[in-house]
């Protein structure tokens, strides 16, 4: 199984920090953003993981790879944007990066500003037993918190419905950045692509897919943090720091 980490924005809700800098390589607790989620990847013991980066910051991304000193196999997919107006979204991204190296599933899908303590084993098991997509699911616990993400409604664990931002949230399970696509579930993600499907938010496919097939989840508590401005970026120094 092969791991793609999306690192592909250009986070301009934290600047001026990410002028120069990939979100995904500024400091936490001492280490580059991008090391907490490598180590949150080892104890699934991926064949490679492949950092999907835009062409602009792709040189610091090479620099980390040629220094990254852990146990997995990293690979660099760039795509060729250099500012915002180029990007292709994270959809957009998946698709480039699943055509181009021929990824037919099983993967784990992982954000690269996503930094949790989660057992993510928990999810690989259920897709081994299952053979669908899994989707991991955090409990922020509170309806009003809810309406910031998008929030799944389950039957048992499958999810069968998804809302983003809802004004009256069915639940408090919001959708995390780990994702793990089966081998029907790349083939999903390609008829939504061909579909005419929005390429941006990772929510868009999930909404669509639900509808069509068996997406399975496994729901976490404890602790994490999606890293988007400088607030949510200084709550996960301090939580690593501690």
Known sequence: MDSIVLAGGFA?????????TPK?????AGEPMLSHVLKSLEEISPERVIISVNSFFS?????????????????LFVESSENEEEKLGALGALNLLFSELNITGPV?????DNLSNFDLSAMVSKSERTNRDVIG???????????????????SDRIVD???????????????AYWLLSTDGISNFF?????????????????WNIKRNEVLSVSYRGTWYDIGDLESYKAAQKWLSE
């Open 12 to 20: 301009k809700r934290m600047l001026p920090l990410t002028k120069n």
């Open 137 to 155: 699911l955090y409990d922020v616990e509170d309806n009003n918190l809810a309406k910031l993400y998008g929030i799944a409604e389950l039957k």
């Open 108 to 112: 784990f899908i992982a954000g690269g």
């Open 59 to 75: 040189s610091h991304f090479s620099q980390f790879i040629d220094d990254y000193s852990g146990p997995l196999n990293l690979q």
């Open 24 to 28: 995904q390589l500024l400091d936490v």
């Open 191 to 207: 008829d939504y692509i061909n579909s005419g499907g929005d390429r941006d938010a990772l929510g868009n496919f999930l909404a």
């Open 162 to 176: 998804f809302v983003e931002k809802p004004s009256e949230p069915k639940s408090t399970l919001a959708a995390t």
